[in-house]
């Protein structure tokens, strides 16, 4: 298990709930399924089989609901923060920063985090 959290946590952004199913490329050739657990304008938190280490960088692609029947697919590299086992979720429970973001892609997340 790694956790680098140096203490109480210090959110930025605020938080969503977000329960979609997610891929995570690593490398040309690995991929892997994993589901979200939550977003924000700086991250995302997965729900994973998998134990990836503090400092591991990879893409994730992911649909965030909007107004219309499709929702919008994100394709971003981020950075694990911390992934912890989380028996009720039924795996780790990874946190990611997001390195950078499309203006479409952070419009999208900011649309729904920010919805009634």
Do not use: C
């Amino acid at each position: 298990m790694t956790d680098s959290s140096p203490g109480p946590e210090k959110r930025v952004h605020r938080r969503r709930s977000l329960r979609v199913p997610a891929r995570v490329i690593l490398g040309e050739s690995s991929e892997f399924e994993v589901r979200t657990h939550d977003i924000s304008e700086g991250g995302l938190g997965l729900v994973a089989a998998a134990n990836p280490k503090v400092g591991t960088k990879f893409n994730v692609i992911f649909g965030v609901p909007n107004s219309t029947p499709r929702p919008s697919v994100v394709n971003v590299q981020a950075t694990v923060i911390r992934s912890i086992l989380a028996m009720d979720e039924g795996g780790f429970k990874i946190g990611v920063l997001f390195n950078s973001l499309d203006e479409p892609s952070l419009n999208a997340i900011r649309r729904f985090i920010n919805r009634g």
